[in-house]
């Protein structure tokens, strides 16, 4: 991360009462080198006994340390190594402040490589004090890549790595009595890169396999992939600017008095804003994220972001131009987009579980830039921050999410014309599970489904164009890095059903009257 050549270690805590035992019996093992121990705002009596002498103590004044800059304690730094000479630097931070201008100092040193940050963490009052003191555990936390937990039982260890997890996978994770593995994961444990590329060379040639025995070249995947990425991926980062943009700059109370004086106001609000904002399924889910998080009720912002798919601009015109210019098939695919959000919203009236994973309610993004005191006037820098860090947050479950649509697209497309007759009802739920695998952007989708289902009834292919923008499974790969797995097992199951009885029943009432010869 750093030129620099002193391998170095960062080791912060909060409320931990065995730090002082579990960082001496670490570093008392590291007699092979001389260490250079850098306490800041900590005691260093503890370690005078239980340290050898190849342990250097120093320590800045901790009365004046929340007014030192990061020149300040780069300087401290670069005359401490360059008296003492070390092999190894350790570093230990005390949360009471912020851990940025500790890195910020080892950036400007120019000294330092960090090897690993470590915290430990006390699962009984952890989740608690995170949510107190959100501005300094929050980049502790992010910045870490080892995580000891201590004073737990089997609830709040679960409950605590759990929450963890959600935030960042690849942390490692140990409880305080597994010694040897957090030694060994802290001064041995190196990325393998030979058995990745080994894993990844072997799926990519399964990959082909598999492919081949559908009778589908690489090439004819690769355009079909690049091209659902670059239909996809403008529409989504359109969702995380303007998603990054009400999480920064609109205030909660705006979104509360919008939302509770006048029901009808915000059914009217949530419904038909659509029309007004030409974004697709992608940008949606960010947005029915912030909106949720402004504390947005929940069937009001679910009508939104089912809605807003199925009647933005992009959309009404993409659906005129499919069908031949023919208006009718544009008023009974927005009125049915309407029908159905409306009622999949009331059906979450009285939802009242939490929907958003508790990492997605405590951290803004996926990065620290935006942990801070809500001002009036916040820098352009931190807006263009929270953008790149949520973008490329949840770009990796889009790009999962194509490639699995993508496949299905080029082994389902072929046969859809020529599967054999079936009832209305059947025909419906055929084409809304394809509407669901295909997972096709919601401003192409009506052009693509006139070439695929030119011979099925309207109602057929209004289960395929209503049903696909308000959940498939790209949508599904999005939600699940911010929402519970309970809340998108629910909506997928309230999506399918209301969609496919709104649908059905109204050709039962005699849909296919207003039918158009294209």
Sequence with gaps: MFNCKIPTYVITQFTSSKKDTFLSQLLSSRREKKILILLVDFEEEVYKRDLRDNFTIVSMQKNNLDTYTAKHISSYLLSNISIHNPDEIWLEWNSKTNINILFKALEISKKCRIKRTIQLVNCNNYLTLLNEQEKLLLPQLLLSNIIILQDYNIATFKKTKNFIRNIDKNISIYKDTMYSQIYDCIFYKKFNYLNRLV??????????????????????????????????????????????????????????????????????????????????????????????????????????????????????????????????????????GIICSLLIGLSFYKFNDEILKDSAYIIPCACNSCIHEKSKHIHINSLINHIKNEFFGIVNYLLIGIGISTTFQLIIKPHINNLPPFSNAISIIIMMCFAFILSLCSSSDAIISKSLISNSSLAATLGFLILGPMIDIKNILLMSNNFSKKFIIRLTITIFLICFLVIYIASLLGLEAFSYEI
């Design 199 to 336: 894993v990844l060379v072997a799926t990519f040639l399964f990959f082909i396999i598999f492919l081949n025995s559908f009778n589908i070249s690489l090439n004819k995947f690769s355009i079909v992939f690049i091209s659902t990425w670059l239909q996809a991926v403008p529409f989504l980062l359109i969702g995380v600017i303007l998603s990054s943009f009400i999480e920064l700059y609109i205030r909660d109370y705006f979104f509360q008095k919008l939302f509770s004086k006048n029901n009808f106001l915000s059914l009217f609000i949530s419904i038909f804003s659509g029309f007004f904002l030409p974004i697709c399924d992608c940008t949606s889910i960010p947005l029915f994220k912030s909106l949720i998080k402004k504390g947005v009720p929940v069937r009001y912002a679910i009508m939104f972001m089912l809605s807003c798919p199925s009647i933005n601009p992009v959309v009404i015109l993409s659906t005129y131009y499919a069908y031949n210019c023919n208006i009718k098939y544009v008023f009974i695919r927005i009125s049915f």
